[in-house]
């Protein structure tokens, strides 16, 4: 075996394209199932992007889905719409291919999406070429195997993958040490999708100090560079509507603050909490004899409308949002900027995220994924990473159910995060039993019964510091079967159609739970004095 | 979990003498949990796969298997037990009637149940004649995929751990891939989970009798045979096979007669129980017999690469013999071709005699008896896949042109992006990576053998690609299927001849003691 992972390891390549094909033929497999409005969305796209000037993009009404993502991603869409003109000129027809479902669509964008997925495979390979083995096969089984991907990109239908492409290449630059080109990156992502702006602070402190703080001259002249770098890029992206006197259209597409805070589904975090206290509070006091007026938008009743219908507590804002989630920043800025270590910035990346998902405004449940996947870098770095990964994962892939109602695709995103589940017990078992022998038998080799001693090491290893999930985490996983076991099979037999909103309901509460969990686990391994 | 810990405990008994130190993460649990993962995703694919048409969808009036097995449930559902096989007023055997033996018609039985408790139309009789709807093709999908999960992949389960308990030599690694090869057979996924049919509850169960056989367990091996026999008349291509070891066992115990009265009584019992509801009359025990062998369909069906079929573009036996010629010609064809094996098995049977000899005995039915069906390829391919480990290259050889041979039934289905998908797939969990340790040390066949090899391969694929775009001449519209065919019959007899020759050495090699050993 020795042999064979030495020559594993000397060629790349085939390995990580094994694991790309595996994972692209099933998706291949997946292009006849359901895909959510998102997908005439994208096709939408294709079509203005190819048949209106670059002045009309934003100005376009043809469709309710009007292009609402930085022109990086147009320009994207205008590339893909070049094939897609070539295998079908109905799809990108403004008019005619309005909701267009001939196969030749499906095929293509379906297609498109996994090629995409390319350039995320480009991004782990750089992120983990360094590393021994094992954690590499681990991470690639984490990040390309991902179910929560599938889920969103092959069977809802966006283009994540290659967008956390783009991250993972960015903090694999960041890794290296190579700050300019970290920042290169994240500034093109930023102009792919704002979203992931969220973690622009980190960025900026982080850059500052590592790349930029070295004395007054040599100093000055770095963050010049670096300003005039991320200035071109943001230039080559919003330069063309700046020219046409477009940017607030493009800025009021963008960033559609009249959407409330939550959405139709509320994903898992913080504002669920809130929620469920108001409507606690206002059930208490109208207990106790207070006239409280139930608000005409409730959030149970699915639509939100602009403001946010609270009944007892404050209403939110998109203002309070943002001041929460940099008071929630905060403490990692801090640390940022005291000792800038590249180690870290994976962790404070994925923090920053996780804290625009727990506090922002209108925040969907498929933005888990910005901070589960860079976290899977992490994951393999040490036991309590992988522990907590386990959980946060199979949450967040979890809370991503919802999108996929139908029945068709029931057993498919079960058997996802099942496998994954198998998947990662096992990869993280092998992985840090691997390490606990390593670490027993470093002091004190025994030639004689190595074999013997070795493999009571490997249970002892195993019985204490290997890979163990403990009790709590247990019951609360058990609790995730429980959930959906009510929402799907007990709610409709015992209550019926009654209360329909309930089965959600508990599901975003329960996985907000999770995720609080690992914002305040993942806080505390930021604070803690290294 | 009492059955995993079982099952770690056979494994760590597996790899007693070795030390997988960096061995691939995949292996680290144990066969067991390697297993759930295999079984996990091998389901996931079967889910996928089953995402795509069935055949005959959407093509009144006869549809294809979908409705073929859609209305077995419908009658079995709604007329007594001895109506199902007769044809009446309420069951018109020209429009599908069953033709499979009662086992059949009972799993039709308990699925249709499952079908009315959810969506009462679909089996309600004659007005669900070609009903189609999207429940309608989930709930039957889910059917095959239960049988799938809870009749072959513990049968193949149970193999593993009897075939490597008996092997001490191999590496978990190839265990691993070995369970993949199993589990993630292209042709079974697409036929039952594309195409349409239940081939995992007879092949799953005759997995089962073959682990049994293998693990000593002889009268339970005979009762599940029995079993698979009464799911599908088909299953009689490894009869030969079962029947020549266990003879050959017999012969060798103490009281010969004794052991061949007990296995006797198992498969006359069982038989018994399962065919209960048509003993009672003579007229209903032929009426289903008469049923079960379509002789009035003819030699070959389509253009299957047997024998017949492609000789048949020089001699037309069709229309040189009667129908009544052509049945003891076929079987004596195939009684002919499966006897060195079962001779074999009767002077020595072992394990690995045992294996090729039900290769070799479903081979001889698949290209020599009478009225074969390319899907057929499946019953020799499950002993081939059985044996992948020793053979995988012949495995690989014979599935990609099991596959191949399947393909214009496969396109008719519209199912040529799972086809594509679903060889890929094999493709790459045959090469995974660090996942096979033979893959390096039996490579060294010769350069014309491998260059040869290389341009069938590139000849089949330029089929593919002809088939799929250029519209055949006129004159003959069958051209491209009578071209595949005359490319698969050579590997397939090529095969068989192949693995006849292994079975016949083996008992050259193999040792008087050896022999004693496993009896």
Not at chain 1, 506 to 529: A, N
Not at chain 2, 295 to 307: I, K, M, Q
Request: proline share 5%; aromatic share 16%.
């Amino acid at each position: 075996m020795e042999d064979q992972s030495a020559g594993r390891r000397g060629n790349l390549l085939p390995q990580v394209l094994w694991f790309f094909f595996i994972a692209a033929c099933v998706k291949l497999l997946l292009v006849p199932s359901y895909h959510s409005t998102d997908f005439e969305v994208h096709r939408h796209w294709l079509a203005l992007t190819h048949s209106l000037p670059v002045s009309d993009w934003y100005l376009d009404e043809t469709s309710p889905w009007t292009l609402d993502y930085p022109p990086f991603f147009a320009y994207f869409e205008r590339f893909l719409s070049i094939f897609a003109h070539l295998i079908d000129p109905e799809i990108v027809d403004i008019q005619n291919g309005l909701n267009y479902k001939a196969n030749s669509v499906i095929y293509f964008q379906r297609i498109s999406v996994i090629l995409s997925d390319l350039w995320l495979l480009f991004g782990v390979y750089r992120l983990s070429k360094k590393l021994e083995v094992k954690r590499r096969d681990l991470m690639w089984v984490l990040i390309i195997w991902s179910p929560g991907l599938v889920i969103v990109d092959h069977l809802h239908f966006q283009y994540n993958g290659f967008l956390l492409g783009w991250l993972l290449l960015s903090i694999s630059f960041l890794q290296e040490g190579r700050d300019l080109m970290g920042g290169f990156v994240f500034a093109v992502l930023l102009c792919f999708k704002h979203l992931f702006a969220v973690a622009a602070p980190v960025y900026f402190v982080y850059l500052l100090r590592h790349y930029c703080w070295k004395g007054m001259v040599r100093g000055f002249s770095r963050l010049s560079v670096m300003g005039a770098l991320v200035a071109a890029v943001f230039a080559a992206a919003y330069g063309p509507f700046v020219y046409h006197g477009q940017i607030q259209q493009v800025l009021r597409r963008m960033f559609p603050f009249g959407r409330g805070l939550c959405h139709a589904y509320w994903a898992p975090n913080f504002w669920v909490f809130y929620i469920l206290l108001d409507k606690e509070l206002a059930f208490f006091l109208r207990k106790v004899g207070f006239n409280i007026q139930v608000p005409s938008a409730s959030f149970t009743g699915g639509l939100v409308g602009d403001s946010s219908p609270f009944a007892v507590l404050p209403q939110i804002t998109p203002v309070t949002t943002f001041i929460m989630v940099l008071l929630a920043l905060s403490p990692c800025l801090i640390k940022a900027w005291r000792n800038p270590r590249p180690g870290m910035i994976a962790r404070w990346i994925a923090y920053a995220y996780t804290c625009g998902f727990l506090f922002g405004w209108h925040v969907h449940e498929k933005a888990s994924l910005h901070f589960v996947i860079p976290l899977a870098i992490v994951a393999v770095q040490s036991l309590e990473d992988a522990r907590h990964y386990f959980v946060l994962s199979i949450v967040s892939c979890y809370s991503l159910f919802p999108l996929l109602y139908e029945a068709q695709e029931y057993p498919i995103k079960v058997l996802l995060l099942l496998l994954h589940c198998a998947l990662m017990w096992i990869g993280f078992s092998a992985q840090y039993a691997e390490d606990a022998v390593a670490r027993a038998t470093a002091p004190a080799p025994a030639p004689a019964k190595k074999k013997v001693a070795q493999s009571k090491l490997k249970a002892a290893a195993s019985a204490e510091g290997g890979f163990v999930i403990g009790w709590i985490g247990k019951i609360y996983l058990f609790g995730l079967l429980v959930v959906e076991i009510w929402g799907q099979f007990l709610h409709p037999y015992l209550l019926g159609d009654k209360l329909p909103f309930v089965p959600l309901m508990l599901m975003s509460i329960y996985c907000s739970l999770g995720i609080m969990y690992s914002w305040i686990w993942q806080l505390r391994w930021i604070i803690k004095p290294t | 979990m009492g059955k995993k810990k079982e099952e770690k405990v056979r494994d760590d008994k597996v790899d007693v003498d070795r030390d997988d130190g960096a061995s691939w993460w995949l292996v680290q649990k144990g066969i067991g949990a390697s297993f759930i993962c295999i079984a996990l995703f091998a389901l996931l694919v079967r889910v996928a796969v089953s995402l795509h048409p069935y055949s005959g969808a959407g093509n009144p009036p006869k549809f294809g298997d979908y409705e073929a097995q859609r209305h077995w449930m419908e009658i079995t559902l709604n007329l007594p037990v001895t109506e199902w096989y007769r044809n009446s007023t309420t069951n018109d055997l020209s429009y599908w009637g069953l033709d499979y033996p009662p086992l059949t018609a009972y799993q039709s039985y308990v699925h249709g149940l499952f079908l009315r408790f959810f969506d009462l139309e679909s089996v309600s009789l004659f007005s669900s004649r070609g009903y189609e709807s999207y429940l309608g093709k989930l709930l039957m999908r889910w059917t095959v995929l239960s049988s799938d999960a809870l009749i072959f992949f513990p049968a193949v389960l149970y193999f593993v751990c009897v075939y490597y308990t008996s092997h001490n030599s191999s590496r978990r690694n190839d265990i691993v891939w070995h369970i993949s090869m199993l589990l993630l057979n292209p042709c079974l996924i697409l036929i039952d989970h594309g195409h349409f049919q239940y081939n995992c509850i007879s092949l799953g169960l005759t997995v089962g009798a073959i682990a049994a056989v293998l693990s000593q367990k002889d009268l339970v091996a005979s009762f599940l045979f029995t079993l698979a026999l009464n799911h599908k008349q088909m299953s009689a291509y490894f009869a030969p096979a079962f029947f020549s070891h266990l003879l050959g066992k017999c012969l060798r115990c103490k009281n010969p007669l004794l052991e061949v009265i007990k296995l006797g009584l198992v498969v006359i019992g069982t038989f018994a129980v399962v065919w209960w509801p048509y003993l009672h009359s003579a007229d209903d025990f032929f009426g289903v017999l008469s049923r079960l062998a379509p002789f009035d369909r003819g030699l070959y069906e389509d253009y299957v690469a047997n024998f017949w079929c492609t000789t048949s573009i020089l001699i037309k036996w069709k229309r040189l013999f009667t129908v009544q010629s052509l049945k003891l010609v076929s079987f004596t064809a195939t009684v002919l071709t499966c006897l060195p094996s079962m001779v074999q098995q009767v002077l020595a049977p072992s394990g690995k005699g045992f294996l090729y000899g039900l290769m070799n005995s479903s081979f001889s039915f698949y290209l020599f008896s009478f009225q074969v069906h390319e899907k057929s390829i499946l019953l020799p391919l499950l002993p081939a896949s059985l044996l992948a480990l020793e053979e995988p290259r012949p495995f690989r050889w014979l599935t990609h042109h099991a596959l191949f041979s399947m393909f214009p039934l496969l396109c008719r289905d519209k199912l040529i992006l799972p086809y594509m998908a679903m060889y890929a797939v094999f493709t790459l969990l045959y090469l995974t990576p660090g996942g096979r340790s033979r893959l390096k040390k039996t490579d060294h066949s010769s350069s014309i053998a491998s260059i040869m090899i290389g341009f069938l391969y590139l000849c089949s694929s330029i089929l593919h690609i002809v088939y799929l775009t250029i519209r055949p001449p006129e004159k003959f519209p069958y051209l491209f299927e009578a071209m595949i065919m005359l490319m698969c019959f050579p590997q397939f007899a090529l095969c068989a001849f192949y693995s006849n020759a292994k079975q016949w050495l083996l008992s050259k090699h193999s040792t008087v003691d050896k022999e004693k050993k496993l009896i």
